[in-house]
């Protein structure tokens, strides 16, 4: 295998885990927060700021994700 077929397959690979676990861990916290809503309205504003802050924080891995590929792909 040559190595730019190589370099290109790891960043398919990093974009396809860079992308689908952040998604899993997405729909995770928003089921997750919608549940705690559900047993406990009252505390809704503070499980919905936490909730945002923490997709917030998921949805930051899959654009480290997409830079670090970018990176592989046009540097070096």
């Known amino acids: ?5 190589a370099k290109l397959f790891a ?3 990093l974009m396809g885990m ?4 952040p998604a899993i861990a997405i729909g995770w916290i928003g ?6 809503i559900g047993r406990n ?3 809704a504003p503070k499980v919905q700021t936490a909730m945002i802050l923490a997709i917030a924080f998921a949805e930051a891995i899959a ?8 990176i592989l792909k046009f540097v070096g």
């Open 63 to 70: 654009i480290y994700a997409l830079v670090v590929s970018l």
């Open 11 to 13: 960043i398919a690979i």
């Open 31 to 36: 089921s997750k927060g919608a549940e705690a």
């Open 18 to 21: 860079g992308t689908i676990f």
């Open 41 to 43: 309205p009252e505390a």
């Open 1 to 5: 295998m040559e190595t730019e077929t």
